[in-house]
């Protein structure tokens, strides 16, 4: 426990040291350093979470201090947090191991005594009554989410909504497989994994992973591209693109490339696909996964703005966003995102749009999508290029995605505590 306490310690410090994502900075701590497999589960659970629920645990922390929170060394607020987060929010460590392991870990990380602060600090948590702290803190700091966030969405979807949605992405994510063999194969290779599921939201080829996943993932059935790792909602975007036999499709700003990978799929792998991104690490990866399945998606590497394409019969353009509706997946993004994100990245997304309609064919099919809550981002976006752009007309999702996911501008768009997926948009676009 001690070591994956300190590989949480080293990962959390990092994310507070560059604000980076903190997927990234794992992957790339765990890479550097050999670590025990059940040492990395228990280190990724704490990292997460410490970092889902920080402005909470700096709420408990702060009136057991002599002075301001903002004055702690890095390290030691770290510390803290992670060992605040044991005492009040996992019940399987005893409060004793709590104390002794933290104040161990300070000794190793800061040369100066700060052990015995950690210590006192620590011990001064038994006294502390969580719901007296935070009755009169506002909803920001009860569920531990950025001020303008809950803001924005207090204005946008109201208060008990919000209050909902908050609830919804501090629970840990849904993982969701799409599968590429019958479903009834499937289901007996999971049954002898002895992987828990059950069946995923409006689909007869999405598995929900209630235990397991991490045998699924090592599988070999993975590995030979008979599953995807894909939330149900992120697999209605494709569904909502309708691709068909033959036609030439573009996926821009595409990495990882599972989309493109169901797309290629849905076109019985008869389609053309070009699929591009501007992160070059990202196209390499994509590339080589599909070497390796054998799938012949082109991969570049171009920017969406500003490059040339082929003409198409369809486009998915799944833009760059906030991320909002992935946060319970990545809490990262609750504090690396900053109030005005969702404008600057609406004028870029705008900006994408624009371009990439110029190479879609008359009669094709362009779908414009996001993982964001955001308005700005969303139908804010394409009501903007549509009224810009007389020769293109939206069309219902009516007929692609469950009318449950359809909202009043007949666009697709799902809310994460009341449709169990990630949270989406896309609009699906017809050029005249």
């Given at each position: 426990m001690d070591s994956a306490r300190y590989h949480a310690f080293r990962i959390v410090f990092e994310f507070e040291t560059f604000n980076l994502q903190l997927k990234s900075i794992r992957?790339?701590?765990?890479?550097?350093?050999?670590?025990?497999?059940?040492?990395?589960?228990?280190?990724?659970?704490?990292?997460?979470?410490?970092?889902?629920?920080?402005?909470?645990?700096?709420?408990?922390?702060?009136?057991?201090?002599?002075?301001s929170i903002k004055k702690l060394p890095l390290e030691i607020?770290?510390?803290?947090?992670?060992?605040?987060?044991?005492?009040?929010?996992?019940?399987?460590?005893?409060?004793?191991?709590?104390?002794?392991?933290?104040?161990?870990?300070?000794?190793?990380?800061?040369?100066?005594?700060?052990?015995?602060?950690?210590?006192?600090?620590?011990?001064?948590?038994?006294?502390?009554?969580?719901?007296?702290i935070l009755k009169s803190k506002d909803l920001a700091i009860q569920k531990s989410f950025s001020r303008w966030m809950v803001d924005n969405w207090s204005a946008q979807f109201g208060d008990l909504k919000t209050r909902q949605l908050l609830d919804h992405l501090n629970k840990p994510s849904l993982q969701d497989i799409r599968t590429n063999m019958p479903m009834d194969?499937?289901?007996?290779?999971?049954?002898?994994?002895?992987?828990?599921?059950?069946?995923?939201?409006?689909?007869?080829?999405?598995?929900?992973?209630?235990?397991?996943?991490?045998?699924?993932?090592?599988?070999?059935?993975?590995?030979?591209?008979?599953?995807?790792?894909?939330?149900?909602?992120?697999?209605?975007?494709v569904e909502l693109l309708n691709p068909k036999k033959g036609d030439v499709v573009l996926d821009v700003c595409a990495a990882p490339g599972t989309k493109s990978i169901y797309i290629y799929h849905k076109t019985k792998e008869s389609a053309k696909v070009y699929s591009s991104d501007i992160n070059k690490s990202l196209v390499l990866k994509a590339k080589q996964r599909c070497k390796d399945l054998s799938l012949p998606i082109s991969w570049q590497l171009k920017d969406a703005t500003k490059d040339e394409f082929p003409n198409a019969d369809r486009i998915l353009i799944d833009a760059p966003c906030t991320g909002t509706g992935v946060i319970s997946k990545r809490p990262d993004i609750k504090w690396r995102r900053k109030k005005g994100d969702s404008k600057k990245m609406?004028?870029?997304?705008?900006?994408?749009?624009?371009?990439?309609?110029?190479?879609?064919?008359?009669?094709?099919?362009?779908?414009?999508?996001?993982?964001?809550?955001?308005?700005?981002?969303?139908?804010?976006?394409?009501?903007?290029?549509?009224?810009?752009?007389?020769?293109?007309?939206?069309?219902?999702?009516?007929?692609?995605?469950?009318?449950?996911?359809?909202?009043?501008?007949?666009?697709?768009?799902?809310?994460?505590?009341?449709?169990?997926?990630?949270?989406?948009?896309?609009?699906?676009?017809?050029r005249c």
């Open positions: 992957n790339a701590y765990y890479k550097k350093n050999n670590i025990a497999s059940n040492d990395r589960k228990r280190a990724m659970v704490l990292s997460n979470e410490v970092i889902r629920w920080k402005k909470y645990l700096d709420a408990l922390i702060a009136p057991s201090l002599n002075k607020l770290c510390i803290l947090r992670l060992g605040y987060y044991e005492f009040f929010m996992d019940e399987s460590v005893p409060d004793h191991a709590v104390v002794n392991s933290w104040v161990n870990i300070s000794k190793k990380v800061k040369k100066n005594n700060f052990s015995g602060l950690v210590n006192a600090v620590l011990r001064k948590a038994k006294k502390i009554e969580k719901q007296t194969m499937l289901k007996d290779k999971l049954d002898q994994l002895g992987v828990e599921f059950h069946k995923s939201p409006f689909s007869q080829n999405f598995l929900r992973i209630d235990s397991g996943l991490g045998k699924i993932i090592s599988s070999s059935f993975h590995a030979n591209g008979e599953v995807f790792i894909q939330d149900r909602a992120s697999g209605a975007i609406s004028f870029y997304q705008m900006k994408i749009l624009q371009h990439m309609s110029g190479f879609l064919k008359p009669n094709g099919i362009l779908v414009y999508s996001t993982c964001s809550l955001e308005y700005q981002e969303n139908w804010n976006v394409v009501s903007s290029f549509l009224k810009l752009n007389s020769n293109y007309k939206l069309e219902s999702a009516e007929s692609f995605v469950p009318k449950k996911w359809i909202n009043e501008q007949n666009c697709f768009e799902t809310f994460p505590p009341r449709d169990n997926v990630d949270g989406m948009f896309a609009a699906r676009i017809r």
